[in-house]
T-cell receptor, first 113, second 111 residues
Framework: NAGVTQTPKFQVLKTGQSMTLQCAQDMNHEYMSWYRQDPGMGLRLIHYSVGAGITDQGEVPNGYNVSRSTTEDFPLRLLSAAPSQTSVYFC????????????FGPGTRLLVL | EDKVVQSPLSLVVHEGDTVTLNCSYE??????LLWYKQEKKAPTFLFMLTSSGIEKKSGRLSSILDKKELFSILNITATQTGDSAIYLC???????????FGTGTRLKVLA
């Protein structure tokens, strides 16, 4: 099993550009989520999904969109990148949200100029 | 508003020392508390706690939960330089699918 994979590992964007961060898991997990991690802020939940076709907002959803068309994939879209979105982004998955530990991907480091 | 607070924010110790990391929480409908270790990249799971007073142990690491006083501690005995990391605490609640993370404790162990 590859576990949770994320691409790209690192990306530089200009303000206003859009892009998609990819996340995939091969563990047949129902629950997937996206976090951003900023210095001194811990992990903050952006969006999450409890199954294919079902998504919901987390703590900091503005400027981000998600969709869940399959169990395996949960892409995060930045619609119009801003410098405030410079961060490290982690995708995570688990069998059932809140009942089990999450498994994290390796992260994507994003720099918005 | 649900929140998780960790202390201290950072800690520097010498090899062989014992450390205690703290996590307090204020959430509605507590379900579980989780500890993670984060080195260079992704957080890795250490413990999940759901019941008060039952210690979870793995090697030199142990953790316990107090649901009455709303906190957990993570103990590391005989610290090694490989224990240097950020330790994250997260809480999940019943009825939602969200994990609320604290800001983490940065531990540095000097040789």
């Amino acid at each position: 099993n590859a576990g949770v994979t994320q691409t790209p590992k690192f990306q530089v964007l200009k303000t206003g550009q859009s892009m998609t961060l990819q996340c995939a898991q091969d563990m047949n997990h129902e629950y997937m989520s996206w976090y951003r991690q900023d210095p001194g802020m811990g992990l903050r939940l952006i969006h999450y999904s409890v199954g294919a076709g079902i998504t919901d907002q987390g703590e900091v959803p503005n400027g981000y969109n998600v969709s869940r068309s399959t169990t395996e994939d949960f892409p995060l879209r930045l619609l119009s990148a801003a410098p405030s979105q410079t961060s490290v982004y982690f995708c995570a998955s688990s069998y059932a949200g809140g009942r089990e530990t999450q498994y994290f991907g390796p992260g994507t480091r994003l720099l918005v100029l | 508003e649900d929140k998780v607070v960790q202390s201290p924010l950072s800690l520097v110790v010498h090899e062989g020392d014992t450390v205690t990391l703290n996590c307090s929480y204020e959430v509605t409908n507590f379900r579980s508390l989780l500890w993670y270790k984060q080195e260079k990249k992704a957080p890795t799971f250490l413990f999940m706690l759901t019941s008060s007073g039952i210690e979870k142990k793995s090697g030199r690491l142990s953790s316990i939960l107090d649901k009455k006083e709303l906190f957990s501690i993570l103990n590391i005995t005989a610290t090694q330089t490989g224990d240097s990391a950020i330790y994250l605490c997260a809480v999940s609640t019943s009825g939602t699918y969200k994990y609320i993370f604290g800001t983490g404790t940065r531990l540095k162990v000097l040789a």
